[in-house]
Nanobody
Framework: QVQLQESGPGLVKPSQPLSLPCTVS??????????WSWIRQPPGKGLEWMGA???????YYSPSLKSRTSISRDTSKNQFSLQLSSVTPEDTAVYYC????????????????WGQGTQVTVSQ
């Protein structure tokens, strides 16, 4: 069984960078043809796909977030991470890591495995 586990700081101050790792078990992040995404949900709002890294290492980002979003991976740890810069209170959300499949990487409705989510609050 594939399992994904997010790990977050909980509280982040405005303008500081956010770094969220996702550890994957039960499957390799380099296995054809899966992709690994970050999705968030602000309070009272819908899900927003942020970006993904494919099994090959190629990355893809939401146009609205690509200027301050980066996704990387550490294959030795079977882990991929989200970096979000210049955070504001509008970035407060529950952040999820998920598994998808190209060309469906941005279609989160089709993603088959999700982490439990981690709450990130941006505040002084």
């Amino acid at each position: 069984q594939v399992q994904l586990q997010e790990s977050g700081p909980g509280l982040v101050k405005p303008s500081q960078p956010l770094s969220l790792p996702c550890t994957v078990s039960g499957g390799s992040i380099t296995t054809n043809y899966y992709s690994w995404s970050w999705i968030r949900q602000p309070p009272g709002k819908g899900l927003e796909w942020m970006g993904a890294i494919a099994y090959s290492g190629s990355t893809y980002y939401s146009p609205s977030l690509k200027s301050r979003t980066s996704i990387s991976r550490d294959t030795s740890k079977n882990q991929f991470s989200l970096q979000l810069s210049s955070v504001t209170p509008e970035d407060t959300a529950v952040y999820y890591c998920t598994r998808g499949s190209p060309p469906r990487y941005s279609d989160y409705a089709t993603h088959d495995y999700w982490g439990q989510g981690t709450q990130v609050t941006v505040s002084q």
